[in-house]
């Protein structure tokens, strides 16, 4: 009874639909309102436009649906999605319905009365964000001088209610140094799983880039020293488990970007525009909302998610490519983002003919930087939504 | 602690880490775990849908045994599935 399960890699069971995998992740972004101003933050740059959310009924009815395609995974997002003042409500609801169900919050907005309700409600786990290990970087990024503390408040709450606890750290220049203080940080915390993630350089991280890439000796230690903790943490019988993730800015080859387009995941925007990932709401590709269509169609049918199944749409040097089955090549939203054209391959690619375009990034980020960062916050935004 | 041998009279708890349910889009039972899923294979199943923290090791074996009357060896199978399944942190003894 070795190899008893395997992980849930996102490979399409054997009996699923031929072409395609089910929507096992679903991703909620209730809101796009949220107190923080994080520069790197994946939201749509305009989302001071889009004001639209739906509402409790529409929600419960896209989760039923999800479930009935063999979602398992539903994750509350935003923005911050303790805003919405029916989350616990939701999460009742996701439970009821079988969900795994994760909060990924800022701990801003949260205490230790609605931990308790959320955990009555049949909440699963909380994932928490730091900005950094020092009050002083992450209320600097974070745009808020309490916030620091209110999250270590809160991490600590979430682990005396016995909650599983997932701590996100978006790693770049200006804190991927203290990567050992982090660290320390999540183990006083007891956090089960960290997640030391590299920006992905997307919405406000992509206008910021120059602000948050990393150089490569940065990346370097930082990845030197998180191997020697993960080392010194499971001889002394630890159980955390350190997630490291590489900005793909350093990589010849692109990530298998979100296990293939609509394969795995499902996210749904707070005005119910369905998505195939959280970021491709930027590219020039018609996408279906959940009020006008259901779930069935929109992961089965819709032109929005078959757009990029399978391999028809690729160019060279991808479609002659013999790794085009492992990474898809590669991701969509970099490949149009930095090219004008998504149908290319992901730039990240050195067999990319825009290959240029990020070892041009690589070595900006040895200059150091003087710009102030963009804030992720409403004024910021309706400048965007006007160009 | 792993290595150490499992004995008939303990009582295997599910981690609070972990949530066990059958999945009918899977056709299998499954671990759901924060952002995670492990597709249990049919016996890892069938050992995991008795763990409740009531049962003993030796109630499991013979629930099992009583199951699948044809099945040979079965108690060794369990026995070293719980001490996978200790050593993943899924379950405590």
Known sequence: MSNAGSACNGQPSLNAVPTHGQPLWL????????????????????????????????WVDVFTQAREL??????????????????????????????????????????EHKIADF????????????????????????????????????????????????????THRHNIDQIDRIIELCVELEADY?????????????????????????????????????DRLAAAGNPIKIIFVTPDYYEERPKG????WGQVFLTVT???????????????????????????????????????RGYEW?????????????????????AFMLTGDANNADPVCSKSPHHDLIVQAREEAELPTHQEPIFRNERNSRVFAKS | MSGVEITPDQTPVLSRMFRFQWEKAQDSYVLLYPEG???????????????????????????????FPDADGIEQDILEFLGDAREQRWISL
């Open chain 1, 27 to 58: 991703l909620a972004e209730l809101t796009y309102k949220c107190p923080l101003q994080c520069p790197y933050c994946a939201n749509p740059t305009n989302f001071a436009s889009k004001t639209d959310e739906l509402t409790t009924a529409e």
């Open chain 1, 70 to 111: 063999g979602a398992a995974q539903l994750g509350f997002s935003g923005g911050e999605p303790l805003v919405r003042q029916d989350l616990a409500e939701l999460i009742s609801e996701a439970r009821q319905l079988g969900y795994y169900t994760n909060l990924i919050t800022s701990g801003v907005g949260l205490n």
């Open chain 1, 119 to 170: 955990c009555e409600a049949g909440l699963d786990h909380i994932q928490v964000s730091f900005q950094a290990a020092d009050p002083e970087v992450n209320n600097l990024l974070a745009g808020s001088k309490k916030a620091f503390q209110q999250k270590l408040k809160m991490a600590r709450e979430v682990k005396a209610q016995g909650y599983p606890m997932v701590l996100n750290f978006v």
């Open chain 1, 194 to 230: 960290v997640e030391l993630a590299t920006c992905q350089y997307y919405g406000w991280a992509y206008e910021n880039r120059n602000n948050l890439l990393p150089t490569r000796a940065q990346l370097e230690r930082a990845e030197r020293i998180t191997n020697e903790y993960r």
């Open chain 1, 257 to 260: 970007c979100m296990n293939g």
């Open chain 1, 270 to 308: 707070p005005d119910g525009t369905a998505l195939p990932c959280h970021s491709a709401r930027m590219l020039p590709v018609e996408f279906p909302n959940v009020k006008e269509q259901s779930i069935e169609q929109i992961w089965n049918r819709s032109n929005g998610f078959n757009h990029f």
């Open chain 1, 314 to 334: 690729m160019k060279e040097p991808c479609v002659s490519c013999d790794e085009k089955e492992k990474d898809f090549g590669g991701c969509r939203c970099q």
């Open chain 2, 37 to 67: 899923m492990v597709k249990l294979n049919g016996p890892a199943g069938e050992v995991l849908a008795l763990v409740d923290g009531q049962r003993t090791v030796t109630d499991i074996i013979q629930s099992l045994q009583a199951k």
